[in-house]
């Protein structure tokens, strides 16, 4: 089992600029979910999906769109790409009912200049 | 009410020492209470957890000790070894919505 992957690793983007981040997970996991790590701040929620072609805000969604068309994929879009936007993104996903252990992505390392 | 909050920033042990990481949370709803240990370059992934039905949980050097009447609990590292320098996160969590709500990170290292 590969687990949770994401691709792609690095990215550099101009400001204005689009891009998908994608993560796929191969544990039918029922939850999946979008984080941004920055220095000194931890976690945050950016969106999360509790099913196949669901999906909620959390705590930071502005400037990011997400889609879950499939269960095992889980799709973050950045608009127009902004510097405040650079940070380390994470996926991670979960069996969801009863089970809270979140299961991580090696991350995605987004610079925009 | 949602956050975590967690103490110290940053931590330097001695080999063989005891590393220890305080968390305090103010939502009583909160019944889960991982901590989760991320390496550079990787994802954070699942040490160990509790629950608040008991006061500590113990697997191999790991410790949780958790005070359910001052809403605290924290990690204990015994025996620190170099192996162990990662950044270490607190969270918790609710049945309303399994997300995890959490604490802003100890970066820990264990000097040699």
């Known amino acids: 089992n590969a687990g949770v992957t994401q691709t792609p690793k690095f990215r550099v983007l101009k400001t204005g600029q689009s891009m998908t981040l994608l993560c796929a997970q191969d544990m039918n996991h029922e939850y999946m979910y979008w984080y941004r790590q920055d220095p000194g701040m931890g976690l945050r929620l950016i969106h999360y999906?509790?099913?196949?072609?669901?999906?909620a805000k959390g705590e930071v969604p502005d400037g990011y769109n997400v889609s879950r068309l499939k269960k095992q994929n889980f799709l973050l879009g950045l608009e127009s790409a902004a510097p405040s936007q650079t940070s380390v993104y994470f996926c991670?996903?979960?069996?969801?009912?009863?089970?809270?252990?979140?299961?991580f992505g090696p991350g995605t390392r987004l610079t925009v200049t | 009410q949602q956050q975590v909050k967690q103490s110290p920033q940053s931590l330097i042990v001695q080999k063989g020492g005891i590393s220890i990481i305080n968390c305090a949370y103010e939502n009583t709803a909160f019944d889960y209470f991982p901590w989760y240990q991320q390496f550079p370059g990787k994802g954070p992934a699942l040490l160990i957890a509790?629950?608040?039905d008991v006061s500590e949980k113990k697997e191999g050097r790991f410790t949780i000790s958790f005070n359910k009447s001052a809403k605290q609990f924290s990690l204990h590292i015994m025996d620190s070894q170099p192996g162990d320098s990662a950044t270490y996160f607190c969270?918790?969590?609710?049945?309303?919505?399994?997300?995890?709500?959490w604490g802003a990170g100890t970066k820990l290292i264990i000097k040699p």
């Open positions: 969270a918790a969590s609710s049945k309303s919505n399994y997300q995890l709500i």
């Open positions: 999906s509790v099913g196949e072609g669901t999906t």
């Open positions: 991670a996903s979960s069996s969801g009912q009863a089970s809270y252990e979140q299961y």
């Open positions: 509790i629950r608040p």
